[in-house]
T-cell receptor, first 114, second 111 residues
Framework: GAGVSQSPRYKVAKRGQDVALRCDPI?????LFWYQQALGQGPEFLTY????????KSGLPSDRFFAERPEGSVSTLKIQRTQQEDSAVYLC????????????FGQGTRLTVV | RKEVEQDPGPFNVPEGATVAFNCTYS??????FFWYRQDCRKEPKLLMS?????NEDGRFTAQLNRASQYISLLIRDSKLSDSATYLC????????????WGAGTKLIIKP
């Protein structure tokens, strides 16, 4: 399909391991958002890209979290030295414009840190 | 206190009934509000925007009360397929992209 694709869908990591989560946005979409959704909670904003520029990273919880979108298309969210509290679903959304309510979400990557 | 608060439910409602749930927000600078629907283990999808004058989309009616800082969603003639978690969302004041999400209200429609 032509939707937002995230991989892997599921990831189990041992505490202390580094992980990389990939987001393939809809082709031509300028905006890209990353969210973290803990069990039983709503999504929490992590970061926002417009093309390759990371315009807002205020939601990244610590310096262990890093996101990039080097060519303005695919984005990677990297978490270093994972901890148990990082366990969550990581959602990516992309949109034609900057307004996030017009963005389409991927199905997310469910990260479990053991 | 969370910026957007919702009753987590679950609301167990017979098919065909009308159900309503509210959401309160604490930031009076919030200008725009939305309801999203999220099915179990799926991504959130925009259900409808909430306008100051209230708005309707088929069986769904959304209302905003700025004085009391709450938003409501009413579902009439509920269907089994309405079973989902409904997330109340506000747009951070001054931002055109940063969404503040409630934790969601779980709705279960029973036959």
């Amino acid at each position: 399909g032509a939707g937002v694709s995230q991989s892997p869908r599921y990831k189990v990591a041992k505490r202390g391991q580094d992980v990389a989560l990939r987001c393939d946005p809809i082709s031509g979409h300028v905006s890209l958002f990353w969210y973290q959704q803990a069990l039983g909670q709503g999504p929490e904003f992590l970061t926002y890209f417009q093309n390759e520029a990371q315009l807002d990273k205020s939601g990244l919880p610590s310096d262990r979290f890093f996101a990039e979108r080097p060519e303005g298309s695919v984005s990677t969210l990297k978490i270093q030295r994972t901890q148990q509290e990082d366990s969550a679903v990581y959602l990516c959304a992309s949109g034609l414009q900057g307004t996030s309510t017009e963005a389409f979400f991927g199905q997310g990557t469910r990260l479990t840190v053991v | 206190r969370k910026e957007v608060e919702q009753d987590p439910g679950p609301f167990n409602v017979p098919e065909g009934a009308t159900v309503a749930f509210n959401c309160t927000y604490s930031n009076s600078a919030s200008q725009s509000f939305f309801w999203y629907r999220q099915d179990c283990r799926k991504e959130p999808k925009l259900l409808m925007s909430v306008y100051s004058s209230g708005n309707e989309d088929g069986r769904f009616t959304a209302q905003l009360n700025r004085a009391s800082q709450y938003i409501s969603l009413l579902i009439r003639d509920s269907k089994l397929s309405d079973s989902a978690t409904y997330l109340c969302v506000s747009l951070l004041g001054g931002s055109n992209y940063q969404l503040i999400w409630g934790a969601g209200t779980k709705l279960i429609i029973k036959p």
